[in-house]
């Protein structure tokens, strides 16, 4: 029997970029160049603006040098101009602040809110598609730029997944889905059975945005931008370039049970979390989606269906940091020292052996 839904609206339309912030500017672009193999297309101020070769616009990724790590904005295309000025329209009537934005390179006015946990989103209609120079024309007519020669080269930006408050996953899923037009693939509950966890979309894909219980309490924070390779073999490929360079590998590579991706996290050098997809998993096509729904007990399993454990700070670990009790399990905070901890080869490291390890690494240690 058909669900009598609600008219879907297809206003919003995809995630288009996100801004990270970064301690380690220079560490982070080495990274996101050498090893996801993206391409420079613009420099501002404290910021450069990266592409994955599939990318249809400019960018997908600004780097921003700041203080501490975290997402500075997510920013999404609306299907239309009037489909943006309905969303715009709906934000102000929802009560929420909104600012209109020019002068945005590569793009038009956009309009940026927070959403109901303070995390910076936008969105706009106007852009400007990527044209690569002769140097880096793909022989491919469906391929913005040629595949690049450097690390294993994500092709394009996937999903953002925002930690969110615990209180606030239920409350901030009904703003994504009511106000936005997001559909609710799946959802991990609580035991007030309302989301501790929601995988939300406009598109066949499971999600563009995850919504994660954050276990510190913080707000607006972020556990992970995804990029898509679209390729399992090329999971293992970038692990081996992982462990040869220092960059810390926290899970995988391994398949999920939400959306049966099979993907892996890495903490890029100024400590944002990255996943990485090689198969998007399932596509969903049925226009009355029943929202998958996951109890508690089962949450380790949504996250690894297989392919490892549930890391210990996996609810907790997120950027900006928050002091954390586990922190000397945390692998991310200090990946080279703790690991030797662990296994006993180390009883203590001084900063400067510290810092030759790093530089072993090629990967330069902030003092
Ligand atoms: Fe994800």
Known sequence: MTNVAQEPNFDVHQLSHTELFTPVLADSLEFFTKIL?????????????????????????????AEEAGMGFSAFRTS???????????????????EERTNNYGYGTSYRFKDLDGHVIELFW?????????????????RAQR??????????????????????????????????????REGVLNDKDEFFA????????????ALMG?????????????????????LNDVSELCV?????????????????????????????????????????????????????????????????????????YGTPRIEDETDELNCYFNPIKNSLEKEDMAIHISKEREKQLYETFNFKVKD
């Not at 420099?43 to 592409?51: A, K, M």
């Not at 106007?126 to 469906?142: F, I, R, T």
């Not at 276990?215 to 399992?232: I, S």
């Not at 903490?267 to 990255?274: D, H, Q, S, T, V």
């Open 80 to 98: 239309s101009q009037p489909a943006l000025d309905r969303r715009v329209a709906a934000l102000k009537e929802a009560g929420v602040e909104v």
């Open 244 to 316: 040869e360079h220092g960059i810390p590998i926290e899970a995988g590579p391994l398949k999920h049970g939400v959306s049966q991706a099979l993907c892996m996290y890495i903490i890029e050098p100024g400590g944002n979390r990255i996943e990485l997809f090689g198969d998007s998993g399932y596509l969903i096509f049925d226009p009355d989606w029943e929202t998958v729904k996951w109890a508690p007990e089962d949450a380790a399993k949504a996250i690894i269906w297989f392919g490892g454990e549930l890391p210990e700070t996996y609810f907790r």
């Open 126 to 142: 106007e852009v400007e598609k990527y044209k690569a120079p002769d140097h880096l024309a793909s022989g491919l007519g469906n």
């Open 198 to 209: 929601t995988w939300l979309s406009v598109s066949p894909l499971v999600h563009e945005v």
């Open 37 to 65: 193999g993206m391409t420079v297309v613009h420099e501002e101020g404290d910021s450069i603006y990266l592409r994955g070769y599939e990318d249809v616009y400019q960018y997908s990724l600004i780097l921003t040098q």
């Open 214 to 234: 954050d276990e510190l309490g913080g707000h607006g924070r972020l556990h992970h931008l995804a990029f898509w390779y679209g390729m399992p073999q090329h």
């Open 147 to 184: 595949k690049p020669a450097r690390g294993v080269p994500v092709r394009r930006i996937d999903h953002v997944n925002l930690m969110t408050h615990p209180d606030m996953v239920h409350k901030n899923h009904e703003f994504w889905r009511d106000v936005l037009g997001f559909r609710v």
